[in-house]
Structure formats: structure tokens, C-alpha cells
Nanobody, 126 residues
Framework: QVQLVESGGGMVQAGGSLRLSCAAS????????MGWFRQAPGKEREFVAA????????VYADSVKGRFTVSRDNAKNMVYLQLTSLKPEDTAVYYC???????????????????WGQGTQVTVSS
């Protein structure tokens, strides 16, 4: 079992930046791909970014490519999501999640992720 706690959300103006953090406890996330997803009101939870267990590669949704950067610090059991050039359409609750299979490549399918945090709200005003 792993517990995930996201932090770093807030309210920013369009064009601004935020850095989200995800702290894992209970067991190590070493060996597991980690994903970030988001859910806006009235919409389904959607993939944002994911990073390989080693941190060597990452994948992004087209809507955030070039603006968001995912990273991790395995020694600290932490995962981060740097958000830049924020747009009002980025407004959502952001969740981090642990991939269900160790050493799997990072994927976009939310069903592949077993454990989820409670989320952190990001609100971008125009």
C-alpha cells in the first residue's frame, strides 16, 4: 500500500507557473512509473504526464507538451509537475498516481494506475 499526497496547487493568472509535488509514503515508489492526471468540473479524469521508474523518459498529453515538465526524486520518494504558461483550460484538480506494475513503461491509461492521491486544485484566471 502506498499513500500519495499532492501539494502546490493554487490560483494563478494565465501565463503563470506552479510546481506541484507528490509525496509518497507507506512503500517506495522506486521501480514504479508515476503519472499525473487532472479532472475539471463536469469532465472525465484525463492524462497529463507520466515518468518512467528511473526518471529516464516521460510522456505528455498533447495539450501540455512544451509547457509542463514531470520529474522525480526517488531518494525522497517525491514526484513533481512543473506547470508553466498556464491557461484557463488547465484549471482542474490534479492527481498523482502510481503505476500498478513495477518497471512498466509510463502510460496514459488511468486504469493502469493503482494508487491515487486526493488531488490539489489548480485554478487559472484569464
Amino acid at each position: 500500500q502506498v499513500q500519495l499526497v499532492e501539494s502546490g496547487g493554487g490560483m494563478v493568472q494565465a501565463g503563470g507557473s506552479l510546481r506541484l509535488s507528490c509525496a509518497a509514503s507507506g512503500r517506495t515508489i522506486v521501480g514504479c512509473a508515476m503519472g499525473w492526471f487532472r479532472q475539471a468540473p463536469g469532465k472525465e479524469r484525463e492524462f497529463v504526464a507520466a515518468i518512467r521508474w528511473s526518471g529516464g523518459s516521460s510522456v505528455y498529453a498533447d495539450s501540455v507538451k512544451g509547457r509542463f515538465t514531470v520529474s522525480r526524486d526517488n531518494a525522497k520518494n517525491m514526484v513533481y509537475l512543473q506547470l508553466t504558461s498556464l491557461k484557463p483550460e488547465d484549471t482542474a484538480v490534479y492527481y498523482c498516481a502510481v503505476h500498478g506494475r513495477r518497471f512498466a513503461e509510463p502510460g496514459m491509461n488511468r486504469d493502469d494506475y493503482d494508487f491515487w492521491g486526493q488531488g490539489t486544485q489548480v485554478t487559472v484566471s484569464s
